[in-house]
């Protein structure tokens, strides 16, 4: 009896020491938020005010900075380059080896500013009334600065890791992938070949400043260009004829506008649909769930509601088709001989683009009028990330510790350098920090001409992606 007490007692002492030491490991590897925070404040600024619009693309100064700020920790640094002045960063943290890489991945290069349109200089990263201002804050260098930061802690903090935690500071991202992605995982990919990737394009949603919901992107659509071209005899102006081919392609262009696309669903935008309805008010739940459901005319009903007022939910049912530029003529009284308009067309994962290009002919039913791809800075097809891993259950559930918010799995009907990753079988998530959804109708969205943050949702993100990155990666 008292060799068996002598033995409980040991065991417990022997818990009651570990359960101390992992307590202890867990406060020395938190950081101050209150001391961080103002250092994560000056990575954002110092990049949000560096001009790396592209085109041209001149994330040099980026690129230099954060090698920088790396290697005054004495975290291991590459650089990469394909074109003069767009490097890409490439860091590395070493694990125990005990399980593949995670990948943490921004771009460094902004889409282009009208200065004129701005209340606030592009590039001063202005604080007032609790944003930041400029370019970049929400697209994407929110995300460069917080994964900086969290590599920073991670090597001051000496946390013990179970994979490699890899940072990519990438170029190119708006335009020419060709000079960052690309050349990454057509060149480099042992560089950054990971398991897991976490990158851009997720978010928080919050109206009236309470959050609604979390998402996480966890597939994306295929960005193709459209070309359709009408021919006919070139005239004089005042001689109207049938064959105008401005008049055959206004046509053209009118019926496909007009076409909707068939309505079809997936893993991610199922289970986005399903989870919005259970926030939403019975009569928007209804058409949430009609648009995924088995009733084709219910489908259809949901889907021309979502076209006319929720857009971008209408966009995540169907491969869509947005004209965007109009060419024909040269002078006011001559009839062209040609006539050629540009589709910017987001196909579903699943669409085959030769039988969608044969049913635009079909549409437009005009011998006159061919439909042709052309180039553009596309992304292969891949499939989703799974909802059933580890990093996905860790993502959903630091959402839910942080912003208290349900998540909702999204497929994004833009385009992301993820695709180029998943196409090489690593599993992706997109995440970002919370934004008002009024600000997109105020001109304050990514890609707007008074783009701005939250200056306290930023500070919350890097909370929130720090206890991601070492629940994904740290040794439990």
Known sequence: MCRLFRVSFVVACVCMVWLFATSSQAQATRPQWDAIEPELLRHFQALVRMDTTDPPGKEQPAADYIVEMLEQEGIPVQVFTRESGRPNVVARLSGDGSRDPLLLMAHTDVVSVDPEKWVHPPFSATREGGHIYGRGTLDDKDSVATALTVMLLLKRFDVPLNRDVIFLAEAGEEINTSVGIEFMVNEHYEEIEAEYCIAEAGGVQRRRGEVRFASIETLEKIPRAVQLTASGPAGHGSVPRLTNPVVRLAAAVTAVANWQSPVRTNETTTAYFERLAR??????????????????EAALRAAEYLLEYEPRHSSMLRTSISPTIIDGGYQVNVIPGEAVATLDVRMLPDEDPEVLLETLGNVINDPTVTASYIPRDTRPVADNGPLDSQPFEIIQSMLARHYEATTLPTMSTGATDMAYLRAKGMRCYGVGPATDIEDIALGFAAHSDQERILEDELYRFLR????????????R
């Open 279 to 296: 926030l939403s008010s019975p009569e928007d739940a209804a058409r949430y769930r009609a648009a995924i459901g088995t009733d084709a």
């Open 464 to 475: 929130f992606y720090w206890d991601v990155v070492v629940e994904i990666a740290g040794v």
